[in-house]
């Protein structure tokens, strides 16, 4: 029985706690959903949490430029993320988001909500608790990810690309009109970055001791089997 049990121990591969930072249009999403099914782990989408509790101020009539009116709210709204990689979800109060979450107006207004240090005491705590429940290991995307929600993550990626690859891919994934004007979409970017890597608190920033992947050379497919291979060192060396 105990040689069973320590078979079991010795083949199967250490919960892992993988943590992919960077600003957005750099194959994140794509990215850390392709590795956690690949290997079999949870994957969280922080933005969609930021973007959940901005479309919750939106919907209640709470002006996002009033820092004080949001930290007052930020406890009000209940965000449910699903982890399952191949159908991850986002739920308000019990309402799905994710479709309203991706609004221009959502987008146009996360920054703002995103950097109220209330909001993002919440969110961090929300986190934590998801990363603490994922047996099996987890990816978590982000903007602080290494550097304040998980600084003992087993692995921190920071993903890069030049802001006209960034804003060539975005507009392929924007529908109709949004899709056609790369330059407005570049733009939106920068001035978005910007204001995530400008904010006090738990600023857009690499850890230190971060992996930085550029990919403007590189194809999804090659991010993604870059991204397994430095997964599967870590979890061999558990
Ligand atoms: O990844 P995204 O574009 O969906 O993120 C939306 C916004 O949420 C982004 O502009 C900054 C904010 N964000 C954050 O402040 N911290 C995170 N860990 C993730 C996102």
New binding site residues.
């Given amino acids: 029985m105990s040689v069973t049990v320590e078979t079991a121990a010795r083949t199967a591969p250490a919960a892992v706690i993988v943590a992919i930072d960077g600003p957005?249009g750099t194959g994140?999403?794509s990215t850390s959903k392709a590795v956690a099914a690949k290997l079999g782990l949870s994957y969280l989408?922080?933005?969609?949490q930021?973007?959940a509790i901005t479309w919750w101020m939106i919907s209640n009539g709470i002006d996002v430029q009033d820092a004080e009116a949001v930290a007052t709210a930020s406890g009000k709204p209940a965000i449910d993320s699903g982890t399952d990689p191949s159908a991850p979800t986002i739920t308000v109060d019990g309402v799905d988001a994710s479709g309203p979450i991706r609004t221009q107006e959502v987008?146009s207004k996360?920054?703002a909500v995103?950097a109220v240090p209330e909001v993002?005491a919440r969110i961090t705590e929300l986190q934590r608790s998801i990363a603490a429940a994922a047996d099996r290991g987890i990816v978590v995307?982000?903007?602080?990810?290494g550097t304040t929600?998980l600084p003992d993550a087993d692995l921190k990626i920071f993903l890069t690309a030049s802001p006209e690859a960034r804003a060539a891919r975005r507009s392929g994934e924007l529908k109709g009109k949004e899709a056609t004007d790369v330059a407005a979409t570049r733009d939106a970017l920068v001035k978005?970055d910007a204001a995530?890597s400008s904010r006090k608190t738990s600023p857009?920033a690499k850890a230190d001791d971060a992996v930085e992947v550029d990919t403007t050379e590189l194809t999804l497919q090659q991010v993604i089997e870059c991204v397994v291979t430095l997964v599967e060192e870590k979890q061999a060396a558990k």
């Fill in positions: 957005s994140k999403s989408d922080t933005g969609a930021y973007r987008t996360v920054s995103s993002r995307e982000g903007r602080d990810i929600v978005r995530d857009l």
